[in-house]
């Protein structure tokens, strides 16, 4: 009996899934997506699929929306046409001809869930909802970094920057970065607020803050905000530009620099003592002079406190010494300081020495010596009064002297090592000697009665003087050793018999030439006679190259065979 109180029981079971499997299979079903996104001002359309059995038609469906826990009917659809209801949607509703339900110009407001409820008679009343998932993606998120610096030794966590992102559904998610790097929300060193403020528009504003702690090295940071939302089930992201901000710390280290190197100035150098410090805001700067018994001399008037910078012009040799630049960092009026050597290159006492110094004559040698101080090594040149260099070192040998030799000789001293230090010093190598006349104006052919120019030049030293044996209107001329005199006169008959004498003396002797003038009448007479006798010797010459020509041709029978060839001629 227990084994058919089994059986039986059995059957029973079997017979209760099978009436539900039928149940089910003979109910109305309704299927909708669980969620629609659409974005903002676009259309969503939500799917209403239904299942009636024995291909069944519905009777009628409605449309409802969810507001708070009560239903709103949008519209009422039957085989006759779709009726409307007067709410929010009037106008932005149309339903297909599957059922689906379009709504255009989606706005946030509309984000809520919508239920389609199909009738279908005998067959029941069924229904399904979705969500309607309303989206806005954010503006690109602004940053503004904080004004006016930050400093190190804040007490309090300062603010790096503020980010905003505007006009999103739903609100975006803000992070902060710094030199590429996530940060995070840390009690002692990182504070990250934000404020979320929903528009009119039903868009949101998200503001957010980083508040962080600074050292030196964040002067090179690079901060940025990013704005995370999701959209259709991934995960996007919006970048703000990349800002630095300016942090203020005190100077760890002081540099002072003479420009140009020290090694190169040289003495009318305008020289600058520049002093550099790597805290930011720069500190102020003073500078000094070490003098006599370790005082140091204020030179802060002359400087400009605010660059740091110290211009000495036209340094000289007391110019040189030790200075010093001192910092005041006004934010914890800590003082650093840097010393730098100056040296000013120089040339001085320069002189120039003659061997012999007693006056020099025609002939004989001298040695000039030149001599500098300077704290640098020093390089020698020797240059004629043209600018010509004559020789190198520091002296210079001449030999067999004459009134040629005479000259203005220069020593130029340089230094090498300091480019453009340099210094000349002049000497007169003068020799000495009776005049010597090196060109007069003879022979000089004239005419009776005309003016002439006679010229006398003479090289001498000690300057001589030039005096004629003739009366004249006489003009002198002086280059270096060089005299020259130009006498005019008139020419009479004395003048052509006797000529002039130039003479030139000095207290060391005298010379003299004598100057000929010759006729110019007579001397072309003579021309005359001379060119008559070469045209007759021409003209006997051409007459005998012509005869002989003639002559060798035939033309001019000579001789007894010349006779006979006449007679036999007539007798015939």
């Known amino acids: 009996m227990a084994r058919g109180r089994g059986a039986a029981g059995l059957a029973l079971g079997w017979g209760c899934c099978l009436l539900l499997c039928c149940a089910a299979a003979s109910k109305l079903e309704v299927s909708m997506p669980a969620a629609v996104e659409v974005e903002s001002e676009g259309t969503a359309r939500i799917e209403c699929n239904f299942h009636i059995p024995g291909n069944g038609s519905y009777t009628y469906i409605n449309w409802f929306y969810i507001d708070r826990s009560s239903r709103v009917k949008l519209c009422h659809v039957t085989g006759g046409g779709v009726l409307e209801e007067d709410t929010d949607y009037r106008g932005r509703l149309a339903v297909g001809e599957d059922g689906a339900l379009s709504i255009s110009r989606v706005t946030v407001q509309d984000a809520r869930t919508f239920v389609c409820q199909v009738g279908a008679g ?66 002692k060193k990182v504070k990250i607020p934000y404020t979320l403020t929903r528009e009119s528009s039903g868009l ?55 420009m140009p190197s020290s090694a190169l100035v040289k003495e009318g150098d305008n020289v600058k003592l520049v002093c550099e410090a790597d805290g930011n805001p720069a500190p102020v700067f003073s500078f000094y002079k070490r003098e006599l018994e370790d005082n140091w001399q204020d030179l802060t008037s002359l400087a400009d406190t605010n660059s740091g910078v110290l211009t000495l012009h036209g340094v000289n040799k007391s110019s040189s010494g030790l200075y010093r630049c001192q910092t005041l960092d006004l934010d914890d009026m ?23 110094s007693s006056p020099l004559r025609e002939g004989d040698s001298v040695k000039l010596s030149c001599d500098a101080h300077s704290p640098v090594a020093l390089d020698y040149q020797w240059r004629d009064e043209k600018g010509r260099k004559v020789a190198e070192g520091n002296q210079l040998f001449l030999s067999n002297l004459t009134f040629e030799t005479s000259s203005n000789f220069s020593c130029k001293v340089m230094a090498p090592s300091v480019p453009g230090l340099e210094q000349s ?119 005998g190259s012509v005869i002989y020509f ?19 001629n007539t007798s015939m």
């Open 334 to 356: 800590r003082q650093m300081e840097k010393d730098v050597e100056l040296v000013v290159n120089y040339i001085e006492g320069v002189r120039v020495q003659m061997e012999p």
């Open 122 to 187: 005998p067959h029941g009343v069924g229904e399904n909802r979705t969500e309607l998932r309303v989206y806005k993606v954010p503006e690109a998120p602004e940053i503004i970094p904080t004004s006016g610096g930050i400093s190190v030794q804040s007490s309090d966590i300062p603010q790096i920057a503020r980010c905003v992102s505007r006009n999103s559904f739903p609100p975006p998610n803000i992070t902060w970065h710094k030199n590429g790097e996530q940060l995070h929300p840390d009690e």
């Open 425 to 543: 010093k002049q000497v007169a190598v003068a020799v000495q000697g009776k005049p010597r006349i090196v060109a007069i104006s003879s022979p000089l052919y004239v005419r009776q009665d005309e003016e002439v120019t006679l010229t006398c030049k003479a090289i001498a030293f000690p300057r001589p003087a030039v005096h004629w044996s003739v009366n004249g209107t006489a003009h002198e001329y002086v280059e270096n050793q060089h005299v020259a005199s130009n006498l005019t006169v008139r020419v009479n008959h004395e003048l052509l018999r006797a000529g002039a004498l130039c003479r030139v003396s000095n207290a060391l002797g005298v010379s003299e030439k004598h100057i000929q003038l010759l006729d110019q009448k007579g001397s072309e007479s003579k021309g005359v006679i001379i060119v008559a006798i070469i045209v007759c010797i021409l003209v006997v010459a051409v007459l």
């Open 204 to 258: 949101y504003t998200v503001s957010s803050g980083l508040f962080a702690r600074v050292t030196r090295d964040d002067r090179h940071a690079r901060y940025h905000c990013a704005a995370h939302y999701w959209l259709r089930g991934q995960r996007h992201r919006l970048d703000s530009p990349r800002v630095n901000v300016t942090v203020f710390y005190p100077a760890e280290h002081v540099k002072l620099e003479v």
């Open 550 to 568: 003639l002559h060798k041709k035939g033309k001019i029978p000579c001789g007894r065979a010349g006779k006979q060839d006449i007679a036999r």
